[in-house]
């Protein structure tokens, strides 16, 4: 068996052109990409992925060209959350088009590349052991592939929905030149804002794109009755922690029940309950980020 000590130099590959080449194929795609906004959080299950479709919808709902990149292979959600699964997906002599989800807003995600939307991904090897030790490393050609390759079209906004953690920006970041900024998602429990600031140096230093803010989520139910809120944790720590690493604070999103009835339904929550708290916090959040990259 060879080992890698018995390649020589990049054993033929042009691993160093390939990239190169692909990096420009990038820079031409985005040249009709306005903004690109990626949504990150250093934990999983804060919302980010409910936060990028709402801000799509929201976006889209004010006129604009939107579209949303699913960087998350392991837990792509978004095709689902828009109702741009089921179209045939196809790869031509160009680049790739994106499907069409609510309120058209173009999606590009693993999920509408398998049989059957929602199956694990699985990539293959003689063997799941063999797997395992290179499904980082395929996991990030898909991703590049999915930037450089997907015919985005002119477009007012591309939001990236990131995977949880920050562990595989660093293979993304020579494909995101023109990030406009990022938007860090958390929810207000201590073990969450602990990550909050391993990712604020990740956007900063790595990404090297400035944070448009800290976003934080679930921070309180509201009583669909009364309208009362009832915070769901301590509150203030947040805001407090923006301050603390000098980003801006953009609000709090309650908790609502129905984000997770829209996004189950393939509908947008925040264009349907445009009067509710979460749908306002949401809407302004979409209109801090149109004052910032404006
Ligand atoms: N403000 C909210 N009110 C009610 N439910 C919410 C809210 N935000 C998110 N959710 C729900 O919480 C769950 C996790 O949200 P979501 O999938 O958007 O998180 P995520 O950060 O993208 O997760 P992952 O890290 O797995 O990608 C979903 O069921 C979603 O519907
Ligand atoms: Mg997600």
Redesign the pocket.
């Given at each position: 068996m060879k080992t890698y000590k018995d390649i020589v130099g990049d054993g033929g590959s042009d691993m160093v052109g390939q990239i190169t080449e692909q990096a420009g194929r990038v820079q031409q795609r985005m040249a009709t990409v306005k903004h690109i906004v990626a949504i990150m959080?250093g934990k999983?299950?804060?919302?980010?992925?409910?936060?990028t479709v709402n801000l799509a919808a929201a976006m889209a709902d004010r006129g604009m060209q939107v579209g949303i990149l699913d960087a998350?292979i392991n837990?792509a959600?978004v095709a689902r959350m828009t109702g741009a699964g089921g179209h045939q997906m196809a790869g031509g002599e160009t680049g790739i088009k994106p499907a069409t989800g609510h309120h058209g807003v173009k999606v590009m995600s693993i999920d509408l590349w398998l049989d059957e939307a929602g199956s694990p991904v699985v990539w293959d090897a003689p063997t799941q052991k063999d797997a395992f030790t290179w499904r980082g490393m395929v996991e990030a050609a898909t991703l590049r592939e999915f930037i450089s390759d997907t015919e985005w079209g002119e477009l007012d906004y591309l939001f990236i929905?990131l995977?949880?953690g920050t562990d595989k920006l660093p293979n993304m970041v020579d494909l995101l030149p023109q990030l406009s900024g990022t938007v860090i998602?958390t929810i207000p429990s201590a073990v969450s804002q602990f990550v909050v600031g391993k990712s604020i140096r990740m956007a900063t230093e790595l990404l090297q794109t400035p944070v448009i803010g800290l976003v934080e989520?679930?921070s309180a139910y509201v009583c669909e009755k009364c309208g009362k809120e009832e915070a769901l944790f301590p509150s203030g720590h947040v805001a407090k922690l923006a301050e603390t690493h000098q980003v801006p604070y953009l609000g709090k999103?309650?908790?609502?029940?129905r984000?997770?009835m829209a996004?189950d339904n393939a509908r947008a929550f925040v264009t349907e309950h445009k009067e509710t708290p979460?749908a306002k916090a949401l809407l302004n959040l979409a209109e801090r980020i149109g004052d910032f990259v404006s």
């Open positions: 959080s999983g299950g804060v919302g980010k992925s409910s936060l998350d837990g959600s929905d995977p949880p998602v989520n679930m999103i309650p908790f609502d029940p984000i997770a996004a979460a």
